[in-house]
């Protein structure tokens, strides 16, 4: 429920710039984070790419009108979580991992909105690109703070 809330904020915050501006993937992140706070041993990541494919689609259709630009990216991200973090043994995950939290969260972040870029080029792309990565360093470093006070509070 939370993705889907994710989705329309970032969906809204769009509407308010007019579209002029890339504004940070709210959604990614809720579905990144949610990739890095799973218990599971895996197999539950299932919904993730499906969040991000449906999500993927309805932006692309809202907002791109090509299907597929950010729903490759946005299953790229996915597929790229679940294997590092698939590679992180569970102790390892607790502590000592701020550095690939960011990174993960980064890549959610630049994925994306690079692929339309680069596929379609264009100098107008590459100032949407760099403003959107400006905006997202903030909705990052929350999601990176939501994260490690998450964990602490689980090692308990």
């Known amino acids: 429920m939370i993705i889907v809330i994710l989705w329309l904020i970032q969906d809204l915050l769009t509407v308010?710039?007019?579209g002029g501006m890339q504004v940070p993937g709210l959604f990614m992140l809720g579905i990144v984070c949610g990739l890095l706070l799973d218990d599971g041993n895996g197999d539950g990541n299932l919904?993730?790419?499906?969040?991000?494919?449906?999500?993927?689609?309805?932006?692309?259709?809202?907002?791109?009108?090509?299907?597929?630009?950010?729903?490759?990216?946005?299953?790229?991200?996915?597929?790229?979580?679940?294997?590092?973090?698939?590679?992180?043994?569970?102790?390892?995950?607790?502590?000592?991992?701020?550095?690939?939290?960011?990174?993960?969260?980064?890549?959610?972040?630049?994925?994306?909105?690079?692929?339309?870029?680069?596929?379609?080029?264009?100098?107008?792309?590459?100032?949407?690109?760099?403003t959107q990565q400006v905006w997202s360093l903030p909705a990052i470093l929350v999601t990176m703070y939501i994260y490690l006070r998450t964990m602490r509070d689980r090692k308990v």
């Open 16 to 18: 308010f710039t007019g």
């Open 47 to 130: 919904w993730a790419i499906w969040a991000a494919f449906t999500g993927g689609i309805l932006w692309d259709l809202r907002w791109v009108g090509i299907p597929g630009f950010f729903t490759l990216g946005y299953v790229t991200v996915v597929l790229i979580v679940v294997q590092v973090w698939g590679i992180i043994p569970p102790q390892g995950r607790i502590s000592g991992t701020s550095l690939i939290v960011f990174i993960l969260l980064e890549c959610s972040q630049l994925i994306p909105p690079l692929l339309p870029v680069l596929i379609l080029g264009g100098s107008a792309g590459w100032s949407y690109f760099l």
